[in-house]
Structure formats: C-alpha cells, structure tokens
C-alpha cells in the first residue's frame, strides 16, 4: 500500500512563495477542496472523510470528482506518515443516507483552494507535490496572511526506518530551498484547528 511522508507548515508571503515553487518545480493543477468529516457522535476522532473536489491542470482542463477517504495517521517530529484508502462516489446523497443509516454525523467542514507544483527531489526519488492553500477560517485578514499553508508530500512504496529518513529529509530540504523555518511547520490537523476556533462547524 502506498504510504504518504507529508509536512505542511504555515505561509506567511504566499505570492512570494508561488514565485520559488515555480523557480523549482512545473505547475501542476490549481484546485479547490470542500471537505465534511463523518464521524460517530460519541466518537470524537475523524472516521471519514467526504471531498468534493475540482483540479484545472496546467493546459486549463477542469476535472470533478468526489472522493471518499479513510486514513491512518502518524505524526514523527512534525512530519506526517499516512496510509490512506480512497474511492470515488458517482452518487453521493445515496452515500451520505447510508452513512447517517450507520449512525455517522457531519461534523467539520473545511475548504481549501490553491495550487499544486510537482518539484524534482533528485535522484531517483519519486517527485515532491507542493501545495500551497488557502484555509478557509484559519485567516484573520491580517498582512501576515495567516490561514495559508504548504504540504510537501511524497508517496512511497516502502515503509522502513531507511526510507522514511531519506524522505524526510528530502523535504526538509525543499522547506529550506523554499526559505520557510522549521518552525513554521505545524503538526496538528486541519480539523483540530478548525475546532478550536470554532471555523469548521
């Protein structure tokens, strides 16, 4: 199963951004992401989650589609190992009835609009997508641009100590290319900051 070595951290110039991902990496898509967390009432961590999502990729073609993903999630110094399950939905009313069917309510929603570069890792390492987004309800409208993240993420095939390490570092090494401090990184999920300011209801 594939395995996602991710980081996000927080943006505080994000036009000055999109002009170093574009010096070192290729445009891949521009999208928007509308996201709603299913989960059990007496259960407070995220079952499942439900995205509508839509992608223009770099020669202006728009595709749609609805995704539904479970995943597992570690956190290890900041950095993200997930393994994740995903499937798309042609018929998400039918979907959503047999969720709240099995006793699963709607709880945080969280939307996401930005672009993605794919940057070259070096080597024969798989390439890093970079997303920088705009997170809904996280920004205050100050001029420090608080609500704007980038994800570096990396799949892989291979899931031991070595592997991990050297994708680690890999994007480590494109936060520092990027200018962005380590500790702007942030580890906790979208959801849990959503929540604690009251954004994602």
Not at 72 to 91: F, Q
Not at 109 to 135: F, Y
Request: with cysteine.
């Amino acid at each position: 199963m594939p395995i996602e070595i991710e980081l996000k951290a927080r943006v505080n110039k994000p036009e000055e951004l999109k002009i170093r991902l574009s010096k070192l990496g290729s445009l891949h898509c521009t999208f928007e992401k509308d996201d709603v967390y299913w989960a059990f009432p007496d259960d407070a961590g995220v079952k499942l989650r439900v995205r509508h999502e839509s992608k223009t990729n770099a020669r202006g073609k728009t595709s749609k589609a609805v995704l539904v993903t479970c995943k597992t999630r570690e956190i290890r110094e900041g950095i993200e190992i997930n393994e994740e399950k995903e499937l798309s939905i042609s018929d998400i009313g039918t979907f959503e009835d047999i969720l709240k069917y099995l006793g699963l309510e709607p709880g945080i929603r969280k939307k996401k609009l930005g672009s993605a570069w794919k940057c070259h890792a070096g080597g024969e390492s798989a390439p890093i997508l970079a997303e920088l987004s705009e997170v809904k309800g996280l920004g205050n409208g100050l001029s420090n641009c608080l609500g704007y993240f980038i994800e570096l993420e990396i799949i892989s095939g291979v899931r031991d100590e070595q592997n991990m390490a050297k994708n680690r570092k890999l994007l480590l090494d494109l936060l520092e290319k990027l200018d962005i401090p380590r500790e702007m990184i942030e580890a906790r999920p979208y959801t849990e900051m959503l929540k604690e300011l009251g954004a994602g209801d």
